[in-house]
């Protein structure tokens, strides 16, 4: 049988000629990234937010009649600034509400406001299939313990890289999980989906899978190092990223092809998250290549690395052999 | 390492059948086979099977409030029960403390005598200080750590009412638990109607009755300013006296925590929808004395610091039972009686997180997931097996026992699958076969340096390994924070992840080692496509 080579055998290309150019454009997008989320910001939501949400689905028809709820909804005396939008299918709606100012840390108000909408919707024939409701002060524990489980993982994975290989790896990863999960907050600024918990949930996924493919490319690294002393270490990088090639296209093909279909024929309230996890599945093999393994150069790693330094008993060993 | 030896063989097998077969009841179930009762299965999360999730919280100022008026009526009860009676006025609260004035300030060590008992809880722990200021005024100021006793006991006695109001609702398997200190997290399977659980669980159910202050004039009623001795209740919102307020006695009334039965009723004479109570003996004999005390006079029904209704006194009420008449709908009839039945709640809680998803969405969900999940590890499988032929195969089938198996300890661990799990299951699906991509592409690279096939897969295994591990414990740091960050949905796709980490590391190396080498030592192949 003839089997499928994704990847032809003894690749030989320079991906780290081009490490500056690519470097520049990496710390641009991360600019850019980080420009767009603090002026267009992220579009939190109830989750991060606080606020209510109500879905409906309107099984008797085939596409939910967007602008009759509006106008019921607007009418409902409890209501204020509600936003109607199709989820998933023609037929499903979400209707999302905040509580006004005043009635903030009041969930007799939110309740009556969610009721108010989910009676309505019921007798539009409507079929109500969720109701969130998150106060601010949870929405606020929520957006805190997000930033503290993202900011630990990053530190906590680049410690064990650290302990593992060497500190010019540690910082290597964590500068590119930086980027990963910097690109993310990006894009989801951008085009102003909405950021729930889920996303965040992906965002820790993307980190694992980032580091999956860093971990590869270093560990041939430093199997190179150890057997190639005197090769110029951009060689060695290339050679390394080259020889683990054929892994890393089929490991994110395997990958790409699980997550489609799930983001195409999956459950529409995974769509974000799965979204999320796809983009940053490219983000992240692009770190691996070109932000994680250039790093090292300029940290200044080298073949002296991994290999146990003679310490002074081993020096009088010698001595003492040589003597003999 | 091609020589397995045969009880690693049988006892690798073992444990992966076994664990294997726990994922069988949970996957017979929706073919609609009940695999009996104690199989374990996988439980299905709420944005699954449909359900209620509300986040219920206490204030615990409320409970120092509670306390506060506690300690007042057993201050008064101590001193005026005292030979000779302590005199004293100005009673104030205020700041969290209580203080008053003793008219001669001779009393002061008498007072702290008879007092002191009460600043001890349960006589292990000081729960109260005592202090005199600006001569004879008197201040009690709660200790930090009875302020913590009482909100822990509150919380206790709350999540035990909301365990009884929720079966008296006739829902089934709740789950309640207490989540720090002044939360109570309630998950309600496949529930009809969010909002009768919400009203249920909102009502604090505090009952009252208080003596009417006959010599309040009505007008400082209606502008708040009670007489000393009295204070001012508000009529309820719903009721036909709304906007009224009604001045009551503070003291001497009784509380309607004492209750054995509550149902709702109809009184036959006016139709009206009533709630009948009937108390505890000692709560019977308080009522009786009340009411004999006070015939001709008029006392107020309080529940939740709202006047429902304010009736007369018309003979002594001596059998324990009364009737409480309002305002009432059949159905607020209905949760009132619920809520005295199961008693009073003994801090307020509000609702401050709610997820309620309708069975049908979840059904589709799962439908959805499922024809994902298939579609994607067919894929999967297909890319394997041409990429790397009978080498495909083994992964493949080990990607398949590791489904079975995650699904397994899963069940066996009693995890809760979520929509977000669903995901994690594709994405294991995705990554678990990286393991084997890994051992298979250095046999590839170990067979083109020209090494012999046992040596390229011995090899293969052995530097692949090292990655392997690096990786899966760096993702298990990762996911581990997730699951200690999240709560409900996402600590379901946590725990997949998690698992499946674990499941996959040991599909893929463990299994198809056994495999591979079962293979090389039958053949003895001299090369091998790869």
Redesign the interface.
């Known amino acids: 049988?003839k089997?499928?080579?994704?990847v032809p055998?003894d690749t030989n290309i320079k991906f780290l000629k081009l490490r500056v150019p690519f470097f520049i454009v990496s710390l641009l997008l991360m600019a850019a990234s980080w420009t767009l989320v603090a002026t267009m910001g992220l579009n939190y939501g109830v989750d991060f937010a606080g606020g209510q949400v109500v879905?409906a689905?309107f099984t008797e028809v085939e596409t939910a009649p967007i602008e009759d709820i509006r106008v019921r909804v607007d009418a409902l005396e409890s209501v204020s600034d509600p936003v109607i939008q199709r989820f998933g299918d023609d037929n499903e709606v979400a209707i999302r509400v905040k509580l006004p100012p005043e009635a903030e840390g009041d969930?007799?108000f939110a309740?009556a406001m969610?009721?108010a909408i989910?009676i309505e919707l019921e007798s539009m024939g409507a079929?109500?299939?969720?109701?969130?409701?998150?106060?601010g002060?949870?929405s606020g524990e929520f957006r805190n313990?997000?930033v503290?489980?993202l900011l630990?993982?990053m530190l906590?994975?680049a410690l064990?890289?650290w302990v593992?290989f060497e500190w010019q790896f540690g910082v290597g990863a964590l500068f590119a999980l930086f980027h990963d999960v910097s690109l993310t907050l990006g894009m989801f600024a951008l085009f102003q989906m909405e950021f729930s918990?889920?996303i965040?949930?992906a965002i820790?996924?993307i980190?694992?899978?980032s580091?999956?493919d860093t971990?590869?490319v270093y560990?041939?690294i430093r199997?190179n190092l150890k057997k190639y002393r005197k090769m110029p270490l951009p060689e060695l990088l290339d050679l390394s990223v080259n020889?683990?090639l054929?892994?890393t296209v089929?490991?994110s093909?395997?990958?790409?092809?699980?997550?489609?279909?799930?983001l195409?024929?999956?459950?529409a309230?995974?769509f974000g998250?799965?979204a999320a996890?796809t983009a940053g599945l490219f983000i992240g093999t692009y770190s691996s290549v070109y932000l994680a393994s250039p790093i090292l150069i300029w940290l200044g790693v080298n073949s002296d690395s991994f290999v146990p330094q003679e310490t002074e008993a081993d020096r009088q060993e010698k001595k003492v052999l040589g003597q003999l | 390492m091609l020589e397995i030896p045969l009880w690693k063989k049988i006892s690798l097998w073992v444990f992966t059948l076994a664990i294997a077969a726990a994922a069988l009841p949970s996957l017979l179930a929706p073919a609609g086979i009940d695999a009996g009762e104690g199989a374990p299965q996988v439980n299905l999360g709420l944005d699954l099977a449909g359900g209620s999730h509300l986040l219920l919280e206490a204030d615990p100022a409320d409970v120092a409030q509670q306390r506060l008026e506690n300690m007042e009526e057993a201050v008064e009860a101590a001193l005026r029960q005292a030979n000779p009676k302590v005199e004293f006025g100005d009673t104030s609260r205020s700041n969290g403390q209580l203080s008053f004035i003793l008219d001669s300030s001779a009393d002061i060590d008498r007072a702290r005598g008879i007092l002191e008992p009460l600043m001890m809880g349960d006589g292990l722990r000081r729960e109260w200080d005592l202090s005199v200021v600006d001569g004879q005024r008197m201040v009690l100021t709660p200790t930090d750590s009875g302020e913590a006793v009482a909100l822990n006991t509150a919380m206790d006695g709350a999540v035990e009412v909301v365990r009884r109001r929720i079966d008296l609702l006739g829902t089934r398997e709740p789950t309640i638990i207490r989540q720090g200190e002044t939360r109570i997290v309630v998950q309600v399977p496949g529930l009809q109607d969010p909002q009768a659980l919400k009203e249920q669980l909102g009502q604090t159910a505090q009952l009252e009755f208080k003596l009417v202050d006959q010599q309040a004039l009505p007008t400082n009623t209606q502008a708040g300013v009670a007489n000393p001795g009295s204070q001012i209740f508000p009529y309820a919102e719903d009721g036909d006296f709304v906007g009224g307020f009604e001045a009551v006695k503070r003291l001497g009334g009784i509380r309607g925590d004492s209750l054995i039965d509550a149902k709702a009723g109809v009184n036959p004479q006016t139709n009206e929808n009533i709630v009948n109570i009937q108390f505890d003996q000692q709560g019977g004999q308080k009522f009786a004395k009340l009411s004999t005390e006070n015939v001709g006079e008029r006392f107020a029904i309080i529940l939740d610091g709202e006047v429902i209704s304010a009736p007369t006194f018309n003979e002594p009420i001596l059998g324990g039972a009364a009737q409480i008449s309002g305002s009432f709908t059949a159905a607020s009839a209905n949760q009132l009686a619920i809520s005295l039945q199961s008693g009073a709640l003994p801090v307020p809680l509000t609702v401050i997180e709610e997820r309620t998803v309708g069975p049908d969405l979840g059904a589709e969900s799962i439908r959805s997931g499922l024809i994902a999940m298939l579609i994607g590890s067919i894929a999967v499988i297909t890319l394997m097996i041409a990429t790397y032929g009978r080498f495909g195969v083994y992964a493949t089938v080990a990607l398949i026992f590791n489904v079975l198996i995650l699904l397994g300890a899963m069940a066996i661990g009693n995890f809760t699958l979520t929509l977000p799990g669903i995901a994690g299951f594709v994405l294991t699906v995705g990554a678990a076969v990286d393991a084997n991509v890994l051992i298979n592409e250095r046999i590839r690279e170990e067979r083109k340096r020209g090494r012999k096939v046992i040596t390229a897969v011995e090899n293969g295994y052995k530097e692949a390994s090292r990655a392997i591990y690096d990786a899966n414990i760096t993702n298990f740091i990762a996911g581990a924070l997730l699951f200690w960050f999240g709560s409900g949905p996402i600590r379901g796709f946590a725990v997949v992840l998690v698992i499946g980490l674990i499941t996959s590391v040991f599909t893929a190396l463990a299994l198809t080692k056994m495999w591979v080498s079962g293979y090389l030592a039958a053949k003895r192949p001299k090369d091998i496509s790869i």
């Open positions: 049988m089997l499928l080579k994704l055998q879905q689905t969930p007799a309740n969610t009721n989910v079929r109500i299939d969720g109701v969130d409701s998150v106060s002060k949870v313990d997000a503290l489980a630990a993982a906590m994975v064990y890289i593992r918990l889920q965040i949930a820790l996924a980190i694992g899978y580091l999956n971990i590869v560990d041939r199997e020889e683990t054929a892994r089929m490991t093909l395997t990958l790409l092809v699980a997550l489609l279909p799930l195409f024929f999956g459950p309230s995974l998250m799965v996890i």
